[in-house]
C-alpha cells in the first residue's frame, strides 16, 4: 500500500523558515522522482520543485528561498523553506512519480502570517 506523508506544516511570520518532510512507504522510493507541489485557495495545484538521484529543479518563484532534498535511506523528502512571504500560503502536497504512476499525499497546511 502506497502511502505518503506529509509534516512540518504549520503558522509563521513572514521571514521565517518551515522545514516540510514527507514520509513514503509502499513502493522503491528510490527508483521515483519526488517533487513538491502546493495550492492555494481558489487556485490550481503548483509546481514547487523536483528531485531526482541529485538533481533539483525548481519553480522560478522558489529559486534561492527553497531546498528540496532527500534521504533514500529513511525514505523521506525535505522542503526546507526560507523567506517565507504570505504569498507561500497553501496546502502543500508531496508526490512521487516513475513513469506513468503518480502518487499524491495528503498535504499539510503552510500558513505565512504576522
Known amino acids: 500500500q502506497v502511502q505518503l506523508v506529509e509534516s512540518g506544516g504549520g503558522l509563521v511570520q513572514p521571514g521565517g523558515s518551515l522545514r516540510l518532510s514527507c514520509a513514503a512507504s509502499?513502493?522503491?522510493?528510490?527508483?521515483?522522482?519526488m517533487s513538491w507541489y502546493r495550492q492555494a485557495p481558489g487556485k490550481e495545484r503548483d509546481f514547487v520543485a523536483a528531485?531526482?538521484?541529485?538533481?533539483?529543479l525548481y519553480a522560478d518563484s522558489m529559486k534561492g528561498r527553497f531546498t528540496i532534498s532527500r534521504d533514500n535511506a529513511k525514505n523521506t523528502v525535505y522542503l526546507q523553506m526560507n523567506t517565507l512571504k504570505p504569498e507561500d500560503t497553501a496546502v502543500y502536497y508531496c508526490?512521487?512519480?516513475?513513469?506513468?504512476?503518480?502518487?499524491w499525499g495528503q498535504g499539510t497546511q503552510v500558513t505565512v502570517s504576522s
Open positions: 508526490s512521487a512519480t516513475l513513469d506513468s504512476r503518480r502518487y
Open positions: 528531485i531526482s538521484g541529485g538533481s533539483a
Open positions: 509502499g513502493f522503491t522510493f528510490s527508483s521515483y522522482v
